[in-house]
């Protein structure tokens, strides 16, 4: 398999030509950031099938992006991939419960107050992927880190961390490149934070984003047969 560091594909722009569910869906153009162009999912199954993380971003309440996103999930498994389903949903410390509910050992009702544990948006708008990784029987992989620790960041800064919250990280400051300080800087004013302080903020943001790369890297190694599908924001 290549190296992980070498490998990951971004794919966006894929629910706005694949929202409906159709016949001929794989066939419906997507747009390829690498190579900037269009083209069939179709044609893309045997790049995907040799790389280990497939980045498929949405807008969260946008359920013709989570309908594509399994598409590409479904189009790996017909392929005989080996696939698992990365969340930024689901916290790691909630792997158990996306077991048991792959599994099919826990109540719809059930879960639902888990996902809700997790995440803000409606459980129906995220219904279709759980249940296709049920049914199918695909890994589901929990990547983020605790709210209370990006709270945490978010109020007092990295360096409030004990090591122990830290965990795998290293030290994380906001040293980013102009484009991506700019982006933060848009989301920090839109979400109203007040006095709260923006490098913090920023820190949280390379905490939440950090985190989940280092669990994915983690999954990747323990099971390098498998690809990698990652959900998670355009952000």
Known sequence: MP????????????????????????????????????????DQIPQLKQTRIVSVVEHHANKAHHRAQIRVVEALVKSGSKVAIGLEMFRRDSQPDLDRWVAGDIQSAAFEKIYYDNWTFPWETYRIIFDYARA????????NVSRKITAQVARKGFKSL????????SDVTCVVDEDYRNYIRKAFGGHGHGKMNFTHFCEAQLVWDSIMAINAIDYLKANPDFVLVLLCGVG
């Open 136 to 143: 199918h029987r695909v890994p589901l992989v929990g990547l």
């Open 162 to 169: 004990s090591d122990e919250q830290r965990g795998k990280l």
């Open 3 to 42: 190296r992980i560091g070498k490998s990951i594909l971004a794919i966006i722009q894929l629910a706005a030509c694949m929202g409906a569910s159709r016949p001929d869906e794989f066939e419906q153009p997507i747009y390829r950031i690498r190579e900037g162009r269009d083209s069939a999912l179709s």
